[in-house]
C-alpha cells in the first residue's frame, strides 16, 4: 500500500546521517519514491538484491525506509519499501564534524548529479525525436573550465554562482499564460580529464 510520504525530512540523528553517507543507499532513497521490493531497486541499479536488501534493512533501522505493504510473486511474498521522504536535509545541530558534514553533503550532489546526467539524456532523445519530425526545438548548452585555489574558495564561487543563477532566473520569470517552460540545470565538480594529465 503507497505511503504519503513527506517533502522533506530534517536529519537529526548521527546514525541517519551515517547512512546517508553511503552512495548506494542514498541512490536506493532516490529510487523508493513509490513503492518497490528489493529485487525491483536492484534491477534499477544492477545490483543483488541480497546487497540492497541489507542496505534496506540498515535504512529502516535508522527510520530513513519505512514497509509499505507485501505482494505476492509466484510462491514468494515480497516487502515493499518507500522513502520517508523525498529529499533529506541535514540539521545544523547534528553533532558531527565538518568535514563528514560536507562530505554528505558532495555525495549527496554527486547523486543529484547522476539523476541529472540521466535525466537529461532521456529529454534530449525525445526532443532529437521531436526534432525528427521538423518541429523546431529552441536549447542551449554552456560549458567552461574555472580554476579554483582551495576548497573555501570552491564553496564560494558555488554559493556565487547559485546566487547570480537564481537572480537570472527571477528577471526572466514569468507566470503568464501561454508562456514556455525550460529547465535549466546547473552542475559543478572536478575536471577528472584535466586531474589526470596533471598526475601523469
Do not use: C, W
Amino acid at each position: 500500500m503507497k505511503q504519503q510520504i513527506q517533502e522533506t525530512y530534517l536529519v537529526e540523528l548521527p546514525e541517519q546521517a551515517s547512512a546517508l553517507m553511503n552512495p548506494l543507499r542514498a541512490e536506493i532513497l532516490a529510487h523508493l519514491k513509490e513503492p518497490a521490493s528489493a529485487t525491483e531497486v536492484a534491477k534499477q541499479l544492477h545490483e543483488t538484491p541480497q546487497r540492497i536488501n541489507y542496505h534496506l534493512k540498515t535504512l529502516e533501522k535508522v527510520g530513513l525506509v519505512q514497509r509499505a505493504g507485501t505482494r505476492q510473486v509466484r510462491n514468494l511474498v515480497e516487502v515493499l519499501y518507500q522513502s520517508v521522504a523525498r529529499t533529506f536535509l541535514l540539521a545544523e545541530s547534528l553533532s558531527i564534524g565538518e568535514k563528514t558534514i560536507q562530505k554528505i553533503k558532495d555525495q549527496g550532489s554527486l547523486l543529484h548529479l547522476i539523476h541529472t546526467s540521466e535525466r537529461i539524456k532521456k529529454d534530449a532523445l525525445l526532443l532529437m525525436e521531436r526534432s525528427d519530425q521538423d518541429e523546431i526545438i529552441p536549447s542551449a548548452s554552456l560549458q567552461m573550465k574555472v580554476n579554483l585555489q582551495d576548497e573555501e574558495q570552491r564553496q564560494q564561487f558555488v554559493q556565487d554562482y547559485v546566487e547570480l543563477v537564481k537572480q537570472l532566473i527571477g528577471k526572466y520569470q514569468s507566470k503568464a499564460s501561454g508562456t514556455h517552460p525550460y529547465q535549466v540545470l546547473l552542475a559543478v565538480y572536478p575536471d577528472l580529464v584535466s586531474r589526470s594529465d596533471e598526475d601523469g
